[in-house]
């Protein structure tokens, strides 16, 4: 029973890892898209690295 508890743990961790990073990458792209939108004239030069 024990290493069945632990596989599920592992499953319930990578599935809020998961999420939590499709999350952050929504979250990005959406002030992304919002910035580009609001200056595209500026966006050039800041995308440049």
């Known amino acids: 029973m024990e290493r069945s508890n632990g596989i599920m ?7 809020v890892a998961a999420t939590l990073l499709l999350l952050a990458m929504v979250i990005v792209a959406v002030i992304v898209t919002v910035r580009f939108r ?3 004239r500026g966006n ?4 440049r690295r």
Do not use: F, W
């Open 9 to 15: 743990r592992l499953l319930v961790a990578a599935t």
């Open 38 to 40: 609001r200056n595209p």
């Open 44 to 47: 050039a030069r800041h995308l």
